[in-house]
């Protein structure tokens, strides 16, 4: 019987999961030291960094059975892996990974706040606001994880944000085929499933290849879903706001509240 079938036993409660969280870490990085915090819901890393369980909790119990493992041991390597992971000294080395991603503005900083809770006054994330409830930030795109670029690492490279968003925007319009299927001919969701689904909101040119009956309306109730319809049109008004209900129960959430597009804005 393996550790993580050991503890498989009735409901999968917090408390059950950060024991295989736990168990877990032990095996991928034996010489650190993790600390749990219970009101928190987080693990301290030896780094004074942080994982939260929030998210990988939801993914956890969402799964099926057979696939748990696999889910957990992917996340909590990508923890380990990027706990000391050095960027590259300059930013034509970087630049062809640099992507944008959007999150809520209050997820944002209350990661800054725990931050700053844990000693870390220094650590400042540079973020475009979009509409008065999103922003966007950017991250090192690893093979098997993301890295947030704070504003120490623009200014080792002497780049300002807005050449770093332009860089990162360019290379989300390169990324591969993206995928949005049509219901009911007036309602364009994303399917493309490469964890910037809710990116895409940025791309104005792909947006407006939709076609809707008035302004555009988009949502990005969680990372990997993207819903656009028009002002005009009640019933896609309706279908968004109900796929936006059921996507924001998913894994990974950022916000239903829409936007709506205004010229460039």
């Given amino acids: 019987m393996g550790i993580f079938d050991f503890f498989s036993g009735g409901p999968m409660t917090q408390e059950k999961f950060v024991q295989i969280v736990l168990a877990e870490l032990r095996k991928l990085d034996p010489a650190s030291q993790y ?22 909790y939801q993914e956890y119990c969402r799964a099926e059975k057979n696939e748990r493992d696999a889910v957990l041991r992917r ?9 000391s992971y050095e960027l590259p000294a300059e930013f034509d080395d970087i630049h062809p990974d640099l992507l944008p991603v959007i999150r809520s503005r209050f997820y ?9 809770v844990r000693g870390n006054d220094a650590l400042e994330v540079p973020q475009q606001v979009i509409g008065e409830h999103l922003a966007l930030s950017l991250v090192y795109d690893l093979p098997s994880a993301m890295r947030t670029i704070g504003q120490t690492d623009l200014e080792s490279w002497e780049v300002s944000f807005y050449e770093a968003v332009e860089a990162a925007r360019h290379n989300l319009e390169q990324m591969g085929e993206v995928a949005f299927a049509t219901l009911d001919s007036c309602v364009y969701a994303s399917a493309t499933g490469d964890n910037y689904d809710a990116s895409r909101l940025v791309l104005l040119d792909l947006i407006r290849r ?9 949502m990005v109730p969680n990372r990997d879903t993207l819903v656009v319809t028009g002002s005009d049109d009640e019933h896609g008004l309706a279908l968004l706001a ?3 209900e059921d996507s924001h129960e998913k894994p990974r959430p950022i916000s239903t509240v829409a936007l709506r597009l205004e010229g460039d804005e």
């Fill in 242 to 244: 109900k796929i936006a």
């Fill in 210 to 218: 939709f076609k809707v009956n008035g302004d555009y309306v988009a």
């Fill in 75 to 83: 996340f909590l390597r990508n923890c380990v892996s990027t706990k």
């Fill in 35 to 56: 600390q749990y915090n219970a009101e928190r819901f987080q693990i301290a890393r030896p780094d004074d960094g942080f994982i939260n369980l929030g998210n990988i």
């Fill in 108 to 116: 944002l900083e209350s990661v800054l706040l725990q931050a700053k």
